[in-house]
């Protein structure tokens, strides 16, 4: 029996300050709303640069408390005017000097139902990330959301399998992959490890990228944002490379059960014969 939901991402540039990023995908949520949209992700750090292009503390301020501060409250009170359920990868201060990249989960009532922090921390040229974040300590935690069982990996951790498996594990329909990755270093990875990764643990996955390059340094972030279901096949067209793109998409959850039961992988997984694979 068929189980659609209708969900979105959205994709844009740097506007230039804080404010009126917040109000663009303020808009954004509006507009998904209005096209039917149940549940909508945003982009890696959504409401800033991707400031890690530098290494600069003057970029603390852009964290904030989860879900304490003021812009969870604000799009709290968003979803729960629209029904929608929202994703919002933040910048997030524990406690001064204690700051995660983190994904906080909204459901459609506006009620917070938890938080993601991302893993897996890079520290390249142009990604300075170990100088902003510290690695999450909170799991791969599942959201029972209004519309089912959502999961959030962020941006560099898509290149580690054992994340990915986990959400699965625990349940997950959807993982939404929040990003900020640039045209010379992963573009030739961005269409080929989500799609398999949807494949091998049998959900469905959201990939967001911004686009633009920012005043802080030369990533060409290149867009191409895209939902992928369970046989790797994307669902509709795959955004631009380079302008703000909404996308919305129909996605049949009842593929995953079908999916499932073809090809059986977690029916013929061998956790026993793990072990060495978690040894450091």
């Known amino acids: 029996m068929s189980r659609v939901i209708r969900a979105a991402l959205f994709q844009t540039a740097w506007t230039g300050d804080k404010e009126s990023m917040i109000q663009v995908h303020e808009q954004a949520a509006r507009d998904a709303a209005a096209q039917g949209a149940q549940v909508l992700c945003f982009q890696e750090l959504f409401y800033g640069p991707y400031f890690c292009q530098v290494q600069d503390k003057a970029f603390y301020e852009y964290a904030e408390q989860i879900p304490n501060g003021p812009i969870v409250k604000r799009f709290q009170a968003l979803a729960k005017e629209l029904g929608i359920v929202l994703i919002l990868p933040m910048y997030e201060e524990e406690q001064p000097g204690v700051l995660y990249n983190t994904a906080a989960v909204i459901d459609a ?3 917070y139902l938890g938080k993601y922090r991302k893993h897996h921390i890079p520290q390249v040229a142009g990604f300075w990330e170990k100088f902003y974040f510290r690695p999450g300590n909170s799991g791969w935690p599942i959201f029972e959301t209004a519309v089912g069982k959502i999961g959030v990996y962020i941006c560099y951790d898509r290149h580690f399998p054992e994340g990915w ?3 699965g594990l625990a349940g997950a329909e959807i993982v939404f992959n929040p990003s900020a990755t640039s045209r010379g270093l992963s573009a030739y990875l961005w269409q080929l490890e989500q799609p398999a990764a949807a494949v091998a643990n049998e959900y469905f996955v959201g990939a967001i990228n911004r686009v633009g390059v920012e005043e802080l340094g ?3 972030f290149y867009g191409t944002t895209y939902f992928v279901d369970p046989e790797a096949q994307f669902v509709g ?8 793109e909404l996308v919305v998409r129909d996605l049949d959850l009842a593929k995953l059960r079908e999916v499932r039961d073809r090809w059986q992988f977690y029916r013929d997984r061998r956790p026993d014969a793990y072990e060495p694979l978690t040894a450091p």
């Open 109 to 111: 009532d506006g009620s």
């Open 165 to 167: 498996r986990a959400l």
């Open 218 to 220: 030369d990533n060409d």
């Open 237 to 244: 067209e795959v955004a631009s490379d380079k302008e703000t």
